[in-house]
């Protein structure tokens, strides 16, 4: 998945080609791209979330939230870029 999202979006490839070279259909590389795609906006998220962690807590204890915890939302591992 992360080659084809790779070389479609890194590279310029065509969709079709990468089907081609992968053996399969161009909707599966559609799929895999988009896929992708989310999984990186998801990671790109936590990790401005995670920046921003201190300023988070500093307004949460403005605010007498519960505070949050990282490890109640455990980062995606590697098998799940596959």
Do not use: F
Request: aromatic share 10%; charged share 25%.
């Amino acid at each position: 998945m992360i080659a084809a999202y790779a070389l479609v979006k890194n590279y310029g490839a065509k969709q079709a080609d990468v089907a081609k070279v992968m053996g399969c259909s161009q909707s599966t590389i559609a799929n895999w791209v988009k896929e992708a795609g989310y999984k990186a906006e998801i990671q790109s998220l936590r990790n401005d979330i995670n920046a921003a962690s201190d300023y988070i807590a500093e307004l949460s204890n403005e605010l007498r939230l519960i505070e949050y915890n990282p490890e109640d939302y455990p980062e995606p591992n590697e098998d799940d870029w596959e």
